[in-house]
């Protein structure tokens, strides 16, 4: 273990796991690492589960004095680019009878995340390998809470400077998001209207200086759009919403 560290293993891929949320996930060589900002997308996906998606701020009681039943119950979630499967695994353990489809094209990282969320939903977690929404049953269209994704973000001209445990020892295809590294997030975008519910969302990590750009394809898509940060995590999450 300490040769293969050496090597220049990421420490994940070196011990076989890596934590997230709370969670043990693991991780094969070859096979893109969870970050720990990530976990900023799965908090934002759990706020809007539990506030049913409405919009941040106070619930509306209703004069009950409880919060309004979320109309997803239980919500269809898909995480795209799932990697490892650690956000969909993260959802599936925190949301009681979630029912999540996780998707990613890398046969490695299907293989993990097939690990990872066996035995967290049942038949009601499921693990596609294909490109994007492509191998998801059609029947899900029109039927979806929430599409969660992590996609590739990086430049392709600024692969070469990233640290070597990213750059030697990830699939190139977890990293490079085209040219002003948006090509996949543009691509999300545009087709996830037609698998949401009326009021569903999309959420996409991206960085702070794509977040403008990214808001504009969330909008050119025909979703409502907003961005959150978070300072502790050095965080950015795009968030669109489809019309009711």
């Not at 977690?125 to 039927?143: C, N």
């Not at 070597?164 to 087709?191: C, S, T, Y």
């Not at 990590?205 to 961005?227: I, N, Y």
Request: with cysteine; aromatic share 4%; charged share 20%.
């Amino acid at each position: 273990m300490v040769d293969r560290r050496v090597a220049g293993l990421p420490l994940e891929q070196v011990l076989g796991w890596a934590e997230f949320c709370g969670l043990r996930i693991a991780v094969a060589p070859g096979v893109f690492v969870p970050r720990r900002r990530t976990e900023f997308l799965v908090r934002q996906a759990l706020l809007l589960l539990a506030r049913g998606g409405d919009p941040p701020g106070p619930p509306d009681l209703g004069g009950t004095g409880r919060p309004p039943k979320p109309p997803w119950a239980p919500p269809v979630v898909v995480d795209l680019c799932c990697g490892a499967g650690a956000v969909g695994a993260a959802l599936a353990a925190s949301v009681d009878g979630a029912e999540v489809h996780a998707v990613d094209i890398d046969a490695a990282a299907v293989a993990c995340a097939r690990r990872n969320l066996e035995g967290l939903g049942g038949s009601r977690v499921q693990v596609y390998e294909g490109d994007l929404f492509d191998p998801l049953p059609p029947a899900l269209r029109g039927r979806v809470a929430l599409v969660v994704a992590n996609v590739p973000y990086v430049p392709t001209g600024e692969i070469r400077l990233l640290p070597a445990e990213a750059r030697a020892h990830e699939p190139r295809v977890a990293l490079d998001g085209g040219p002003d590294g948006l090509a996949v997030l543009r691509r999300v975008a545009a087709a996830a209207p037609a698998w949401l519910v009326p009021g569903g969302h999309l959420l996409i990590e991206t960085s702070e200086r794509q977040a403008p750009s990214a808001v504009a394809a969330f909008v050119a898509s025909g979703l409502r759009a907003r961005a959150e940060s978070s300072a502790d995590l050095d965080a950015m999450v795009v968030i669109g919403t489809t019309q009711r």
